[in-house]
């Protein structure tokens, strides 16, 4: 079953404005982590959050968790044509690899 | 990072014939790889989690007898659909933990695209 839920479902936006997306979970994490899916495509990690985390920038990326309201955010700033993709939010109860998935933000950037 | 491979990358098969699909982590190993399946523009459904040189831990509702899954070394698990049906057409990918306390971060293979007719 999914643990995530996230919004929007979708998300169309020009070059250089900031993309938002947000994701919900219902039970207590080990961490949280975001991954990005071209289409057709094999998953690809863009960040990882613990539960002990409440914010964390990886280059144009930034991640947010409120562990308090079960949710999490992620922010692309300045995005890019090549950043079109599904976005999934997964979320880890312990250490050993086994995540949920929520069902995923569909982004589109256009030139 | 690390590399998971997985193969074939599409594959299309006769209705009742079984499909083998191999996930093989390249520079590292893997004594647990997970299974997930993908419906079209929906989100990774969890199959099962295999385990090198022990039994695979299925998903509820997922048929272990209709998704045979075997980790016989530290690089290599394989999922096999049996006897396949036009319901099983989906995405399947698998992925791969390295590092830390156990294998929080996940490098996922590009996936299996299968088509039953």
């Known amino acids: 079953s999914q643990q995530g839920e996230e919004d929007p479902q979708a998300l169309s936006i020009q070059e250089g404005e900031n993309a938002t997306m947000n994701c919900s979970y219902k039970t207590s994490i080990n961490n949280l982590q975001w991954y990005r899916q071209n289409s057709g495509r094999g998953l690809v990690h863009l960040i990882l959050i613990r539960s002990n985390e409440r914010e964390k920038h990886s280059g144009r990326l930034r991640v947010t968790l409120d562990t308090s309201k079960k949710s999490s955010s992620l922010l692309i700033t300045a995005s890019r044509a090549a950043d079109t993709a599904s976005y999934f939010c997964?979320?880890?109860?312990?250490?050993?690899?086994?995540?949920?998935f929520g069902a995923g933000t569909q982004v589109v950037v256009t030139p | 990072g690390a590399v998971v491979s997985q193969h074939p990358s599409w594959v299309i098969c006769k209705s009742g014939t079984s499909v083998k699909i191999e996930c093989r982590s390249l520079d590292f190993q893997a004594t647990t790889m997970f299974w997930y399946r993908q419906f079209p523009k929906q989100s990774l459904m969890l199959m099962a989690t295999?385990?090198?040189?022990?039994?695979?831990?299925?998903e509820q509702g997922v048929e272990k007898d209709k998704f045979l899954i075997n980790h016989a070394s530290l690089t290599l698990s394989t999922l096999t659909v049996t006897s396949a049906h036009p319901e099983d057409s989906s995405f399947y990918i698998c992925?791969?933990?390295?590092?830390?306390?156990?294998?929080?971060?996940?490098?996922f293979g590009s996936g299996t695209q299968l088509s039953v007719l």
């Open positions: 992925s791969a933990g390295v590092g830390g306390t156990g294998r929080e971060k996940l490098f």
């Open positions: 295999s385990n090198e040189g022990s039994k695979a831990t299925y």
């Open positions: 997964a979320t880890a109860t312990d250490s050993w690899g086994k995540l949920q």
